[in-house]
């Protein structure tokens, strides 16, 4: 029987997983090794969101594995040209490109990107753009645009030509965004960072920058897309129109796969041979991933994600005003960041600790923010619930102090 010892015995460790080892799931409920249940308020880090083993998806994935599980990408599968097709449909995208994960996704970009100014406007044109606090992933490219010392500390030398500034500082983009830069990688809203938002005023500058300087914009939209935010990509609610999308995480519900969205005319810059992947589009997570779309992209759902982001801003200002707890409360549709106000006993940690202990799943933000991101069909009953637990969670933490 596997115990939690076995990963400190055999994994590498680069996580640090919770004590416990869940065992199975269902909707937005979760059961450890030990029978014990808990309220799912992480859904795998923005991943799960039509919930654990959702029906119409078990089913899906039971079909396709009595078909065809593997080719390779010498031929193409149904389920990935009927995939492409409905994410053009639904997006401003041409073309589709299929990877296993969001940072696949980021690599196939910045690759995309790169090809795209070479060929259209020199060798010259190869600087990339990103900001800080960003989060694009843990490949070295990713790492790179990530700018942070802590991701990138010991794994030099970086990829060359990235350069960053302040997320959301209008002052000293002209002299980033140049003749030089292919392109500008931005989250609309930095989920790793607490849930910021990106300024209109910022954007703007950004846009105008972008159009003077041919410079692509790539969005990623690994976190925030395929509903979160309340709509199927966040660049829907922001007034931008990008030239290329990155998608992963709840784009498969927990099967991985990750794509590129952008236009037709960027697509023709990679030919036979400019980039490929060995499982990026096979049968099965595309045959998942087209239910999850078709599941997603329904009015009535991401209607939904916009009422209960409602109910659990209303719920978490009540907390704060009984324990006085956060300094600030983010959210974008069902992704929620609460920034605590640090005490003897509560902190990020404990704070976590303490809700697994009595029965929630939360995430960390930083160093500081409590983020939240269940399944975007989670129940009302079960949000409610789940918020209970964290203000019980957080008071018992607070008591201790007294």
């Known amino acids: 029987m596997a115990t939690r010892k076995h990963f400190d015995d055999y994994m590498m460790p680069v996580y640090n997983p919770a004590n416990f080892i869940p065992e199975k799931a269902k909707g937005s409920l979760v059961w450890d090794d030990k029978k014990k249940r808990y309220i799912d308020f992480a859904s795998g880090i923005a991943v799960t969101s039509l919930g ?4 119409p998806l078990v089913k899906v994935l039971n079909q396709q594995s009595k078909k065809i599980w593997h080719l ?30 969001g940072a696949e996704a980021m690599e196939a970009a910045v690759k995309t990107a790169r090809k795209y100014a070479n060929e259209h ?35 030099g030398p970086m990829p060359s030509g990235i350069k960053h500034h302040p997320y959301n500082e209008i002052k000293g983009l002209e002299k980033l965004i140049t003749k030089k830069t292919a392109a500008v990688v931005l989250e609309l809203v930095q989920g790793e960072a607490g849930i910021i938002k990106a300024k209109k005023s910022f954007l703007a500058r950004i846009k105008k920058l972008c159009k003077e300087n041919n410079t692509l914009i790539i969005l990623d939209e690994v976190q925030s897309g395929v509903g979160r935010t309340g709509t199927l990509f966040a660049y829907e609610q922001f007034n931008i129109k990008p030239d290329i999308v990155t998608c992963a995480k709840g784009l498969g519900n927990g099967f991985p796969i990750g794509a590129i969205l952008t236009k037709d005319h960027i697509a023709k810059s990679m030919q036979v041979g400019s980039h490929g992947t060995t499982f990026g589009g096979n049968p099965l997570a595309c045959s998942v991933a087209l239910e999850v779309i078709n599941s997603m992209s329904k009015k009535s759902v991401l209607r939904n994600v916009v009422r209960k982001e409602k109910l659990f801003i209303k719920k978490l200002n009540e907390m704060n005003k009984k324990l006085h707890c956060f300094e600030r409360i983010n959210t974008a549709g069902l992704w929620v960041g ?17 809700c697994y202990k009595n029965g929630l799943m939360v995430l960390k933000a930083n160093n500081n923010t409590i983020r939240i991101a269940p399944s975007l069909i989670i129940e009302d009953k079960l949000i409610k619930e789940g918020l209970n637990i964290m203000e019980e969670s957080i008071s018992q933490l607070q008591e201790q102090c007294v």
Do not use: W
């Open 52 to 55: 654990h083993c959702y029906p």
């Open 72 to 101: 390779s990408n010498a031929m193409t599968n149904a389920p990935a040209l009927e995939l492409a097709k409905k994410l053009c449909k639904l997006t401003f995208a041409e073309k589709v490109f299929f990877a296993n994960s």
């Open 121 to 155: 406007h020199g060798k010259h044109k190869n600087e990339i753009v990103a900001f800080a606090d960003g989060f694009h992933g843990r490949t070295m490219m990713a790492i790179a645009l990530n700018g942070s010392e802590r991701m990138t500390a010991g794994f």
């Open 338 to 354: 609460c920034k605590l106000k640090i005490t003897e006993t509560v902190n990020l940690d404990t704070v976590l600790q303490r």
